[in-house]
């Protein structure tokens, strides 16, 4: 379980509660079944057709190399020497200067920034009690990402960061998923066990149900020798436990084998060798890796990867030489190094876009399909700048959202720089129209149709 929210549950294996919530089966998208109708839960957004996707790719400790892209005279894209590995995707992105979130945290260091990120909230200022919001890729998970294996695939290129920060816990550091305003959903930073939860690997039926009734023992055993507000959380966990339970009992009684299936139903990469993987830039190809496969084999349709930790002390000198502290520092530091770590994400991120792309679904592509954001909690590193924060969205959103755009916010006002109206325009291209979500009540109309 995450640091600070629950330091008894410890008692219960890691692995075990990993690999009971990665193993099940799921009915895929069938092409002869039509999707659910818009605003349904579990809907695609669509009546029929391919369903989309929503992914989140967060970068800690600020950006360089990304403030001076700008849209063309012909209307392409000049992109700043961080993004300069998109250029080949131009027509598929958009670049939103000037959004921010101004109820989360706009001052001090890097306390509570990450777990504002997906909710724009104010998070309670403790290192004991844990307090923000339902964060926007759960609240899919909950409302409209049903029917898959996965509810949502939630990553990390590193652990968990140990410590508080000026006065705010640890799991705000490192948690950008929220189920709860009080539970974090656990982010995977194992890629072997990421890929086992994606592929389903450990057995069918009977064996999945035995490693659940293990993991509910264990809790269940637990849940009478810790606190009542541990109890309560206990109690969120078990209930999505059931969740699972249920969703293979349904994966068993439906035609998971019939008709159509995604485009690839079984994994065209190796597994992953069950080691620690102290190198982030050979973790987060992997994991960028596996979240390509779990949207080709249609096993979830919202994820989220955690490319840094805020206060990340990783190191990043084997993809950039002159990279010889640790993250943090050097987003606070020297300008050249950190622009060659965004340009190195950046081009992971590429190859990521690529290969949704390339993967087509009828007449159109999961890119097509998907709703993807790459964004941070702050843009200047130095100064723990989040007055305005680094945003771009890629794919088309079935159809809904125009590509290959700049867009300046800056000077629109502060109700459109809102970065939940963002949020609501990608509610909407999925069939929910949220009366709003956090501090937001209307969408923002450039990425929406």
């Not at 606190?227 to 209930?239: I, M, N, P, V």
Request: hydrophobic share 40%; proline share 6%; glycine share 10%.
């Amino acid at each position: 379980m995450t640091p600070d929210v629950s330091h008894s549950t410890a008692r219960v294996p890691r692995r075990r509660v990993l690999r009971g919530l990665g193993v099940s089966l799921c009915l895929p998208w069938l092409e002869s079944l039509p999707v659910a109708a818009a605003g349904e839960k579990g809907s695609a957004g669509a009546a029929s057709g391919p369903p989309q996707r929503f992914a989140f790719f967060y970068i800690a400790n600020g950006v360089r190399g990304w403030d001076n892209t700008r849209q063309t005279a012909d209307g392409g894209i000049d992109f700043d020497f961080g993004l300069a590995p998109l250029a080949g995707l131009a027509k598929d992105v958009n670049v939103a200067h000037g959004l921010y979130h101004p109820g989360g945290v706009q001052n001090g260091t890097h306390g509570a920034k990450a777990a504002s990120m997906l909710n724009g909230a104010k998070a309670n200022h403790s290192t004991t009690e844990v307090r923000i919001a339902e964060s926007f890729d759960q609240l899919l998970a909950r409302t409209w990402g049903g029917g898959t294996h996965l509810p949502s695939l939630d990553l990390s290129c590193e652990p968990p960061c140990p410590g508080n920060d000026v006065g705010y816990a640890s799991v705000y550091l490192n948690n950008i998923s929220w189920k709860t305003a009080t539970v974090p959903v656990p982010r995977e930073f194992n890629p072997a066990l990421a890929f086992d939860s994606v592929t389903g690997r450990g057995g069918r039926g009977a064996s999945t149900k035995k490693i659940l009734d293990l993991v509910l023992g264990d809790a269940r055993d637990l849940r009478r020798r810790v606190s009542t507000a541990d109890q309560r959380r206990l109690d969120d966990y078990l209930e999505s436990v059931g969740d699972l339970e249920r969703r293979i009992d349904r994966s068993f009684s439906t035609a998971a084998d019939a008709a159509w299936h995604p485009a690839i139903s079984d994994p065209d990469m190796d597994r992953p060798a069950d080691r620690p993987y102290p190198d982030i830039a050979e973790r987060t190809q992997l994991m960028v890796d596996i979240l390509a496969l779990a949207f080709r084999m249609d096993r979830t349709r919202i994820g989220t990867v955690m490319l840094n930790n805020e206060r990340s002390d990783a190191s990043y000198r084997k993809v950039v030489a002159k990279a010889t502290a640790a993250y943090h520092d050097i987003s606070h530091g020297d300008e050249r190094p950190h622009a060659d770590i965004i340009a190195y994400i950046a081009t992971v991120f590429a190859g990521f876009l690529q290969k949704l792309k390339d993967t087509r679904e009828g007449d159109t592509s999961i890119l097509d399909n998907s709703q993807i954001l790459l964004a941070g909690s702050m843009f200047w590193g130095p100064t723990h700048d989040s007055k305005r924060l680094p945003v771009l969205t890629a794919g088309k959103g079935g159809g809904h959202v125009k590509t290959g755009r700049v867009l300046d916010f800056a000077k629109a006002g502060d109700d459109n720089r809102r970065l939940n109206r963002l949020f609501l325009s990608m509610a909407r291209n999925v069939g929910l129209e949220l009366p709003r979500f956090g501090d937001a009540e209307r969408p923002l109309e450039e990425f929406c149709s």
